[in-house]
């Protein structure tokens, strides 16, 4: 068994001490690809920095995370659109809204959202979406620059069957982490009843570990716990997980 971690900030510097061992342990478990989300302008370094010590395990995407957009946001945009004629990246993410402890920048958000959204068609280039009580206005976007092209994944998805339906009819993937873990997760009655055709697994490494390592930072190894739970939540042994959510990550991210 094979397996694609679709979002891990391995470059953030609480990795900086023990890489090595945190790369072992992905070995062990088998992790052969993590995809790394961009942040902001000042992460676009160190995440190229790691890709270039290992190009086959990383790949990394361009963009800018919805709570690094604020008053100043369009000189960020035209810093990091910059990285586009230099780098080959294989996604825009990780962008969105996050409106969930401040709605001071829902405006710029919601336009710098906009903004990479058309990147991502210009480019033909699949998007990681980040949405935090902000559904319905991440749901109007989507619908607005779907043209038959978009596809990509949203992140850290922690809604309900109705909306996971949405945004399977988009086109989308769902993306699984350690929620799906957590005991009375409302989240485990959604995924039992989405099918593994549009699951896709990732850690959101160093945040939201697995129930079992809860408290503690996450790593890509630890994927491994949140497609167990998956598997039992789909009743399918932990072999199918693997070939499934592996598949279509591939299909996300190796069109680019």
Not at 2 to 18: G, K, L, M, Q, R
Not at 67 to 78: E, G, M, S, T
Request: proline share 3%.
């Amino acid at each position: 068994m094979e397996w694609i971690d679709t979002h891990a900030h391995i470059y953030d510097p609480v990795f900086d001490t023990d890489l090595s061992q945190v790369l072992a342990n992905c070995q062990r478990a088998k992790v052969v690809k993590i995809y790394l989300p961009n942040i902001d302008t000042d992460t676009i370094a160190p995440m190229l920095a790691l890709e270039a010590k290992d190009s086959t395990l990383f790949s990394s995407m361009i963009g800018i995370h919805p709570c690094h957009i604020q008053q100043d946001f369009v000189q960020k945009l035209y810093q990091v659109e910059s990285w586009l004629t230099k780098h080959q990246f294989v996604g825009i993410g990780e962008i969105g809204m996050d409106l969930y402890r401040d709605r001071t920048y829902e405006a710029q958000q919601a336009e710098a959202f906009d903004i990479q959204l058309m990147w991502a068609r210009a480019h033909q280039l699949p998007v990681v979406i980040h949405t935090r009580k902000s559904f319905s206005q991440t749901l109007r976007f989507l619908e607005r620059h779907q043209d038959g092209t978009l596809r990509g994944i949203v992140h850290c998805f922690s809604g309900n069957l109705r909306e996971a339906q949405q945004v399977i009819e988009l086109g989308f993937y769902v993306g699984i982490g350690g929620l799906v873990t957590f005991k009375n997760a409302t989240l485990a009655k959604t995924v039992a009843q989405i099918g593994l055709q549009h699951i896709v697994l990732e850690t959101d490494s160093p945040y939201l570990a697995p129930g079992v390592h809860r408290g503690q930072r996450n790593e890509p190894a630890y994927l491994v716990d949140i497609a167990a739970q998956v598997a039992t939540l789909q009743g399918v042994d932990l072999a199918e997980v693997a070939a499934a959510t592996t598949a279509n990550a591939r299909a996300i991210f190796e069109r680019a």
